[in-house]
């Protein structure tokens, strides 16, 4: 019940141009805790994206979660990630802020 909300969440967030950026990050943290390979096909969403600002703000909510909630099938995403190094110290920031 709740993953499909959760999905639906996400891909309703997609379209907008404004971001909710504590929706993110909880909408990715939940998504992470169903390792699957529809899950997987939505972070790839995330690090496909050409839009250079919506990569670096969104990559984090999805780093931070992948690193909370780590599985072997999202390790080829966290991968690919490549964040600039104010965008990383952010992300250990709010890994830190989060323990």
């Known amino acids: 019940y709740f993953y499909p909300f959760v999905k639906t969440v996400f891909e309703n967030e997609w379209d907008k141009k404004f971001y909710n950026y504590s929706l993110w990050r909880l909408c990715y943290q ?9 899950t997987v096909e939505l972070f790839e969403k995330t690090i496909n994206t050409k839009d250079e600002f919506r ?8 780093l931070i979660a ?12 966290k991968q690919r990630i490549k964040l600039d190094e104010y965008n990383m110290r952010e992300v250990k920031r ?3 802020y989060d323990e």
């Open 30 to 38: 939940a998504l992470a805790k169903y390792p699957r390979e529809e």
């Open 66 to 77: 992948i690193t909370k909630y780590p599985n072997e099938l999202f390790e080829p995403i």
């Open 94 to 96: 709010m890994l830190e």
């Open 55 to 62: 990569y670096n703000t969104l990559c984090q909510s999805l």
